[in-house]
């Protein structure tokens, strides 16, 4: 089974809204995936932190994002999925503008901006995590997050992608 995991930001991990995060499981879930959540687990040390969750992100397959509030770590999760060639979902609430145009820029990154929760379960619905890949763009002519075929930059239905 596809493990998932799920970024979010850890400084203030007692203000962290845990519902946004179970609507994310859920979801996963309900996709017959795996979620990975490490923002809801205990606090430990910093050192046993980056361990676990670097040894969760070797086993994940896709990377979703709450980028609702800047994190280094989360930064640090989303370039790992971009050396890994994983695809990532960054969710972020429209309130919560500007966003890291790092990422923005990533190719590996699609962002799902949101109005509110049950803004962001009817777009969530419509994705399936198993047809988001990270394939070559003839148009682009780069390695960019695809959405059943059409990539998510420059829109382009192309001729079949080759899968990187």
Sequence with gaps: MSTVYIACSMIRSVGIDF?????????????????????????????????????????????????????????????YAYEHGMPVICVLNKENRPFSRMVDGSPHVYLIEYENKENLKTKLERIKLKDLLIEFCETCQNRTIHYEKVCKRCKNKGNSPKAI
């Excluded at 879930?29 to 070797?58: A, C, H, W, Y």
């Design 19 to 79: 519902s946004l995060l179970d609507i994310l499981e859920e979801w996963i879930i309900n996709q017959q995936l795996l979620p990975f959540t490490p923002g809801k687990m205990e606090d430990t040390s910093p050192d046993v932190i980056f361990k676990r969750d670097m040894k969760m992100l070797e086993k994940s397959d896709f990377i979703i994002a709450d980028v609702n509030e800047p994190s280094h770590g989360v930064g640090m999760e989303i370039m």
